[in-house]
């Protein structure tokens, strides 16, 4: 089973605060996603990435960086949270040219 | 700009009614069309389709793609309080994923 692990279930950040999420999939996936998924508006790309230290920017980038060093770990990073950074973060990843994507757990992350 | 669009955005039925939910695309470089399920937590994939006309199909869940006309069905029978979810259908364009803003379905006893 593909197994996709996000760092934290639950976070809660100041605003100003740089916060890191951290994504790791164990099925030497090539391709990671970040999204962000808010009420009504669906899933929304941030960043994605089809190898180590390559990255390309989604729909919605600016706020948000990313670093992937290693195969197995993709890392979001709000370099300055602000409050509408809150919303729930998902990553996932996929094999090559195959389309399914599969999600880790998601982080709920709330900016005061 | 590529769009994929849900409806209904909610729904409610009872248990051991028919329900379908319809997803609609409008992109360039079609490659194939998928659904997800999402309880209280990471989407969970339940369909790939990509050829016109044939119906997938798993346990009371099942799908079918028309690419002439551009949507997707998601039918499931016989619902289960258990099948209370969202519900999200997403296209898939060179490697990437559009999604649509999904559909909520609610299963009352």
């Known amino acids: 089973d593909v197994k996709v692990t996000q760092s934290s279930r639950y976070l809660v950040k100041r605003t100003g605060e740089k916060v890191f999420l951290e994504c790791v999939q164990d099925m030497d996936h090539e391709n990671m996603f970040w999204y962000r998924q808010d009420p009504g508006l669906g899933l929304r790309l941030i960043y994605f990435s089809y190898d180590v230290k390559m990255k390309e920017k989604g729909d919605i980038p600016e706020g948000y960086s990313v670093s992937r060093e290693k195969k197995e770990r993709f890392s979001l990073i709000l370099e300055s949270a602000s409050t509408n950074q809150t919303s729930m973060y998902l990553c996932?990843?996929?094999?090559?040219?195959?389309?399914?994507?599969?999600f880790g757990p998601g982080t709920r992350l709330l900016v005061l | 700009e590529d769009k994929v669009v849900q409806s209904p955005l909610s729904l409610v039925v009872h248990e051991g009614d028919t329900v379908t939910l319809n997803c609609s695309y409008e992109v360039t470089n079609f490659r194939s069309l998928l659904w997800y399920k999402q309880e209280k937590k990471a989407p969970t994939f339940l369909f790939m389709l990509?050829?016109s006309g044939i119906e997938k199909k798993s346990g009371r869940l099942s799908s079918i793609l028309d690419k002439k006309e551009l949507f997707s069905i998601l039918n499931i029978t016989a619902t289960q309080t258990g099948d209370s979810a969202v519900y999200l259908c997403a296209v898939s364009v060179r490697y990437q994923l559009i999604w649509g803003a999904g559909t909520k379905l609610i299963i009352k006893p």
């Open positions: 996932a990843s996929s094999f090559g040219h195959q389309e399914t994507q599969y």
């Open positions: 990509t050829s």
